[in-house]
């Protein structure tokens, strides 16, 4: 599976940016996709996925009521839109796919794409 990300950038506090990612290659037992990022220092933390059979979704606490994560299942396209965003925000977003089969699980992960939002 091979991930290609796009969106990230240089915006104020307040402003709006939509990530995508697009899965290619083996796509087919894909469970979940979603988004994770890593700040400069900081541990590599979740902050969206959704999952590929009914669209369930999780969010981050930290990012509840502002990011929204939906996909396009024909596209295997997902995207997380980023509403008021906030200098904490800033961090390098990684794409994430994991494909079950049976009873074993796959993990991939794009090459980032990074966040910045000036105060």
């Known amino acids: 599976v091979q991930l290609v990300e796009s969106g990230g950038g240089l915006v104020q506090t307040g402003d709006s940016l939509r990530l995508s990612c697009t899965a290619s290659?083996?796509?087919?037992?894909?469970?979940?996709m979603g988004w994770y990022r890593q700040a400069p220092g900081k541990q590599r933390e979740l902050v969206a996925v959704?999952?590929?059979?009914?669209?369930?979704?999780n969010y981050a606490d930290s990012v509840k009521g502002r990011f929204t994560i939906s996909r396009d299942k024909v596209k295997n396209t997902i995207y997380l839109q980023m509403n008021s965003l906030k200098p904490e925000d800033t961090a390098v977003y990684y794409c994430?796919?994991?494909?079950?089969?049976?009873?074993?699980?796959?993990?991939?992960w794009g090459q980032g794409t990074q966040v910045t939002v000036s105060s």
């Open positions: 290659g083996i796509t087919f037992s894909i469970n979940t």
């Open positions: 994430y796919v994991r494909r079950v089969i049976i009873l074993s699980q796959y993990d991939y």
């Open positions: 959704i999952t590929s059979g009914g669209g369930t979704t």
